[in-house]
């Protein structure tokens, strides 16, 4: 018969400080994305402020006003090209 092994003091400190990390790291995200609806101070007022709704095929997003914009620099492959797979 096998013996069960014991929680030993210090394994139990380590999951009581890796708990606490975990609710730190969740706390904090929830606090940023309290503000993450704001505009930055550094965005020009007469600038459009618009959110990303999906990213279609890594070179192209699709913002929520549903405007389709194609980043122009970014040599992505096309899903039915060499490698397009490999990227996602």
Same mark, same amino acid.
């Given at each position: 018969m096998s013996a069960v092994p014991a929680?030993?003091? *210090?394994?139990s400190e380590h999951a009581n400080y890796?708990?606490?990390?975990?609710?730190?790291a969740i706390l904090l995200l929830l606090l940023l994305s309290i503000y993450a609806d704001d505009r930055p101070s550094v965005v020009p007022q007469e600038a459009r402020w618009v959110k990303v709704d999906?990213?279609?095929d890594r070179d192209t997003i699709v913002l929520m006003d549903r405007t389709r914009v194609?980043?122009?620099g970014i040599d992505a492959p096309e899903r039915d090209?060499?490698?397009?797979? *490999?990227v996602g």
């Open positions: 929680v030993t003091p *210090l394994a890796t708990m606490t990390k975990s609710l730190f999906r990213v279609t194609r980043l122009h090209q060499p490698y397009g797979r *490999l």
